[in-house]
């Protein structure tokens, strides 16, 4: 089943912070988040595994809380690179298939 | 070092028709997964191939078919297409399980069906 990602668009002032939710309603085992900008290739952001530790890329980082069977991912005063559409994925076992989101579309302005 | 290449970068078909896309990993990675990316839309997962098999499959009819290669290239197959197969067919990459390694994608095929 396909994790729900809110919201579905934000727009930003350069500087300004984000947060972008993703939700499952199956336990999982991981979370990966990834962007991707208009006409190339999602490029690969994070993974965060069951145990609810945090990490970051940069100024962007991101959470799980396996109890709530959610991640969070945090754009930290944003920079106009930080455009693009972000999706995150989820895998419910190990060696499981990757469920991406439908993506949270982010447009940061100077 | 060479990322994921996929090729043709466009391709128009007609109704009926079937079509081969190819994609040849990462350096180093023995595992590629193959998804279906509608516009405005999350990618949704085809099928995974490791060691030359389909080791995972999501929810897409028997005309999608696909191959992995000793050399771990792999090919996805789409037979009798439809309308509705119009999308951006992306190639991702990685070492082994993908539920705990980073998925390298390529900048995909972009196929129109008329």
């Known amino acids: 089943q396909q994790p729900v990602q809110s919201p579905q668009a934000v727009i930003l002032r350069e500087g300004e912070d984000a947060v972008i939710n993703c939700s499952s309603s199956?336990?999982?085992?991981?979370v990966h988040w990834y962007r991707q900008k208009h006409g190339e290739a999602p490029v690969f952001l994070m993974i965060?595994?069951?145990?609810?530790e945090q990490k970051g890329h940069d100024k962007i980082s991101a959470s799980f809380n396996e109890k709530k069977q959610q991640s969070s991912l945090y754009l930290t005063a944003s920079q106009l690179s930080y455009s693009g559409t972000y999706f995150c994925?989820?895998?419910?076992?190990?060696?499981?298939?990757?469920?991406f989101g439908g993506g949270t579309r982010v447009l940061v302005k100077p | 070092d060479a990322g994921v290449t996929q090729s043709p970068t466009h391709l128009i078909k007609t109704r009926g028709q079937q079509v081969t896309l190819r994609c040849s990993p990462k350096?180093?990675?023995?595992?590629v997964s193959w998804y279906q990316q509608a516009l405005g839309q999350g990618p949704q997962f085809i099928f995974q191939?490791?060691?030359?098999?389909?080791?995972q499959r999501g929810n897409f009819p028997d005309r999608f078919s696909g191959h992995q290669f000793p050399n771990y290239s792999s090919e996805l197959n789409v037979n009798a297409l439809l309308l509705g197969d119009s999308a951006l067919y992306l190639c991702?990459?990685?070492?082994?399980?993908?539920?705990?390694?980073?998925?390298?994608f390529g900048d995909g095929t972009r196929l129109s069906i008329l």
């Open positions: 991702a990459s990685s070492e082994q399980a993908v539920s705990n390694q980073p998925q390298h």
């Open positions: 199956k336990a999982l085992y991981s």
């Open positions: 965060l595994l069951k145990g609810g």
């Open positions: 994925g989820t895998c419910k076992a190990a060696g499981n298939k990757l469920t």
């Open positions: 350096s180093g990675h023995d595992t």
């Open positions: 191939y490791y060691e030359e098999e389909e080791r």
